[in-house]
């Protein structure tokens, strides 16, 4: 049960794009289509973002895209606004009913 | 409203005991299954545990498998953590999550209590 790598920052200017990888191994995000991303500002509960590696809950921006290839996953943001600086975390089913979150990514808007 | 209201944190002694709860509200509490995800000070997330809908498996991570039990309560909508020899590096915000809007089966925790602290220290 080893933590998914995300790179520890990433950032963009408004309007931009950024991309955030979270690689695991075939045992989690390259064996399954169940791969999510969260969304965490200081002080609140996570906010689901990305499920099933590439669908969105209602109510989260179209900016906020998931895609995954082999053992990587990654969560693209277009359009960076203010409000989309947080903490980010992946997360990866890992079979036999465990799961796997990973070490987080903190997305600055400059 | 669909919620869940975390309880029962606080400071602990190494080796000592903790029973944290969870209570459901404005959703089938008895229809899904629900987790424990804790989050250590500075840390990332930590997925800790899992309980099938009607109670009938539990799964845990490795770092507490032996020390922490969950359970469930269908008929008072709540989810239980008991964590026993607990230890420093367990101290953080401990979360309970469930997928109940998007439904999906193996992910996407949509739902999410507000945390409550465990401190484990002397």
């Known amino acids: 049960q080893s933590a998914l790598t995300q790179p520890p920052s990433a950032s963009g200017s408004p309007g931009q794009s950024v991309t955030i990888s979270c690689t695991g191994t075939s045992s989690d995000v390259g064996g399954y289509n169940y791969v999510s991303w969260y969304q965490l500002h200081p002080g609140k509960a996570p906010k689901l973002m990305i499920y099933e590696v590439t669908k969105r809950p209602s109510g989260v921006p179209d900016r906020f895209s998931g895609s995954k290839s082999g053992n990587t996953a990654s969560l693209t943001v277009s359009g960076l606004q203010a409000e989309d600086e947080a903490d980010y975390y992946c997360s990866s089913y890992a079979g036999g009913d465990n799961w796997v979150f990973g070490g987080g990514t903190k997305l600055t808007v400059l | 409203q669909v919620q869940l209201v975390e309880s029962g944190g606080g400071v602990v002694q190494p080796g000592g005991s903790l029973r944290l709860s969870c209570a459901a509200s404005?959703?089938?509490?008895?229809?899904?299954?629900i987790h424990w995800v804790r989050q250590a000070p500075g840390k990332g997330l930590e997925w800790v545990a899992f309980?099938?809908?009607?109670?009938?498996?539990?799964y845990y991570a490795d770092s507490v498998k032996g020390r922490f039990t969950i359970s469930r309560d269908n008929s008072k909508n709540t989810l239980y953590l008991q964590m026993n020899s607990l230890k420093a590096e367990d101290t953080a915000v401990y979360y309970c999550?469930?997928?109940?809007?998007?439904?999906?089966?193996?992910?996407?925790?949509?739902?999410w209590g507000q945390g409550t602290m465990v401190t484990v220290s002397s």
């Open positions: 999550a469930t997928s109940v809007v998007v439904a999906a089966p193996f992910d996407g925790f949509d739902i």
């Open positions: 404005g959703f089938t509490f008895s229809s899904y299954g």
């Open positions: 309980i099938r809908h009607d109670g009938s498996n539990k």
